[in-house]
């Protein structure tokens, strides 16, 4: 994994198709990886209309969609009894996790797992 890589969650995703500045410029020319559990969030997102469905694609095809391995569903169980985050929560900072990239988030319960991951915060 080159060292120019991140993971964005679904939070930070949705700032990103609201067109917020300050945190395209921080991911700017870096590789972003999304886990396949924020894509599907990001396609039931209460905020994002069906309509903008082509927007959330468009985000999408710059990334690189992660999907689920051994390592992500171990560290998955480990994150979710350590921290008892929502199982989404736990796949996508497994992710993180297993790929030795940090993870940029919003979520200020994630940061919670600073001890096992590298996190990022973004404060919009």
């Not at 560290?75 to 008892?84: A, D, E, G, V």
Request: proline share 5%; charged share 20%.
């Amino acid at each position: 994994m080159a060292s120019e890589s991140l993971v964005i969650d679904t939070s930070v995703a949705v700032l990103l198709l609201t067109g917020n500045q300050g945190l395209g410029n921080v991911v700017a020319g870096m590789d972003l990886n999304v886990s396949f559990a924020t894509e599907i969030e990001l396609f039931i997102f209460p905020g994002i209309a069906p309509a903008d469905n082509i927007h959330v694609r468009r985000l999408l095809a710059d990334c690189i969609i992660q999907g689920v391995n051994p390592g992500i569903k171990r560290s998955t169980i480990h994150l979710r009894r350590k921290y008892k985050f929502k199982l989404p929560d736990a796949i996508i900072a497994a992710t993180a996790l297993e790929l030795g990239a940090p993870l940029v988030t919003a979520d200020k319960k994630l940061y919670r797992a600073k001890e096992d991951l590298d996190i990022w915060m973004f404060q919009p």
